[in-house]
């Protein structure tokens, strides 16, 4: 078990995790100015008056954020993991001590590597959930609208359809920046859950011997 601690020359290069974050960071950054020159943002802002919208982005952006330390984590101790140390070193250490009991070092290993990324994916979830919660609000107010409506003038019209229109807005933008932003912290947690799943095989060939 001590030969495991020792880097290997020719060892295969570990994934640049952190740099393809990094990237997609850039991309997202230059997403949003692109977006803002345009007046996307604040037609969505103005367009919602009930907030969610907003929300979302804010949760988007928290998750996006944390998605980005992980990333530098995991790769920090994947590499780590070529020197013989981190995680993996304490995963090997702890198989040793247990003799042929693999279970729970694995399990303190895998709730190491992939424990954090479940509650980011409750929260990826949350995103969907407010995009539904602002679109059932938004066909509320329609409805609210609608049975307000006890005479028809035709001079009124625009006015009438502008207050209709409003609660239809809240609850197609909410739908769409949720599902938006459920696609694409999504994108970026199957990453992290893939590394992870890399890392953990590679302790494990190395504590049977095999290497990578």
């Given at each position: 078990?001590?030969?495991?601690?020792?880097?290997?020359?020719?060892?295969?290069?570990?994934?640049?995790?952190?740099?393809?974050?990094?990237?997609?960071?850039?991309?997202?950054?230059?997403?949003?100015?692109?977006?803002?020159?345009?007046?996307?943002?604040?037609?969505?802002?103005?367009?919602?008056?009930?907030?969610?919208?907003?929300?979302?982005?804010?949760?988007?952006?928290?998750?996006?954020?944390?998605?980005?330390?992980?990333?530098?984590?995991?790769e920090s101790q994947r590499?780590?993991?070529?020197?013989?140390?981190?995680?993996?070193?304490?995963?090997?250490?702890?198989?040793?001590?247990?003799?042929?009991?693999?279970?729970?070092?694995?399990?303190?290993?895998?709730?190491?590597?992939?424990?954090?990324?479940?509650?980011?994916?409750?929260?990826?979830?949350?995103?969907l959930k407010l995009g539904?919660?602002?679109?059932?609000?938004?066909?509320?107010?329609?409805?609210?609208?609608?049975?307000?409506?006890?005479?028809?003038?035709?001079?009124?019209?625009?006015?009438?359809?502008?207050s209709l229109t409003s609660?239809?807005?809240?609850?197609?933008?909410?739908?769409?920046?949720?599902?938006?932003?459920?696609?694409?912290?999504?994108?970026?947690?199957?990453?992290?859950?893939?590394?992870?799943?890399?890392?953990?095989?590679?302790?494990?060939?190395?504590?049977?011997?095999?290497?990578?």
């Amino acid at each position: 078990m001590k030969a495991l601690r020792l880097a290997r020359p020719g060892a295969p290069a570990v994934e640049p995790l952190w740099m393809e974050w990094l990237a997609l960071a850039g991309m997202f950054a230059f997403a949003t100015w692109l977006l803002g020159l345009k007046g996307v943002w604040q037609l969505l802002l103005h367009a919602d008056p009930t907030g969610i919208t907003l929300v979302i982005m804010v949760v988007f952006v928290a998750a996006t954020l944390w998605c980005g330390m992980r990333s530098r984590e995991l790769e920090s101790q994947r590499h780590a993991l070529e020197r013989g140390e981190g995680w993996a070193a304490e995963y090997w250490a702890a198989l040793a001590a247990k003799g042929g009991d693999t279970g729970a070092p694995l399990d303190l290993l895998v709730e190491r590597t992939h424990g954090p990324h479940g509650t980011a994916w409750w929260v990826n979830g949350i995103q969907l959930k407010l995009g539904l919660l602002g679109k059932v609000i938004g066909f509320s107010v329609l409805a609210l609208q609608i049975g307000e409506i006890q005479n028809f003038d035709p001079s009124q019209s625009a006015n009438l359809l502008r207050s209709l229109t409003s609660g239809l807005g809240v609850a197609l933008l909410t739908t769409m920046v949720g599902l938006v932003g459920n696609i694409l912290l999504g994108l970026q947690l199957t990453r992290l859950d893939r590394f992870a799943d890399a890392f953990v095989a590679s302790a494990q060939r190395r504590a049977l011997g095999q290497g990578d």
